[in-house]
């Protein structure tokens, strides 16, 4: 009788230390915010940016000299605004998104993902003539442009 009670108390043992090989696929959990830049007099036509810097107000260029219609930027999830700046040539315009952030748990290989909520856009307009729009619900996923960007 104790060799099938030790067995049987090995088995469960060996049972439960196996682990679930758990990996997290959803990559970028934490979405960012994705930027469509359009010409200004045909609003349905998309229109490169070029010789493009952008960085956020106090840190170092995130793109730098590039070339493009649209872009995926970072916002920052431990505070409520993020400034960036973007120049073209030696123009540069000032663009402001402000938000309240919620923390999602997602699952335990991934963790937490943070959702933008009440995200509102504000724009120095320099050479950017219009956005839309200036108010979004949320940022939950950067699957589509959550910006349409006129110049």
């Known amino acids: 009788m104790k060799k099938i009670i030790t067995i049987l108390f090995l088995s469960i043992i060996i049972i439960s230390a196996c682990e679930k090989d758990d990996f997290c696929l959803q990559y970028p959990v934490t979405p960012n915010l ?4 359009y010409d200004a007099d045909d609003r349905e036509t998309t229109k490169e ?9 106090g840190k170092d260029s995130i ?3 590039i070339s ?5 930027i970072p916002l920052n999830s431990l505070a409520t605004e993020t400034v960036y700046n973007f120049s073209t040539g030696d123009v540069v315009n000032q663009f402001t998104i402000n938000y ?4 999602e ?3 335990r290989s991934c963790g937490f993902k943070v959702i933008f909520n009440d995200v509102t856009f504000t724009s120095d307009n320099t050479w950017i003539t219009d956005f839309t729009p200036e108010t979004l619900t949320t940022i939950d996923n950067q699957d589509e442009a959550h910006v349409q960007i006129f110049h």
């Open 100 to 103: 309240t952030t919620e923390d």
């Open 63 to 65: 793109y730098a000299n």
């Open 49 to 57: 940016v070029t010789d493009f810097y952008i960085w956020a107000e």
């Open 34 to 37: 994705v930027l469509r830049f």
């Open 105 to 107: 748990y997602v699952s």
């Open 68 to 72: 493009t219609d649209s872009l995926a």
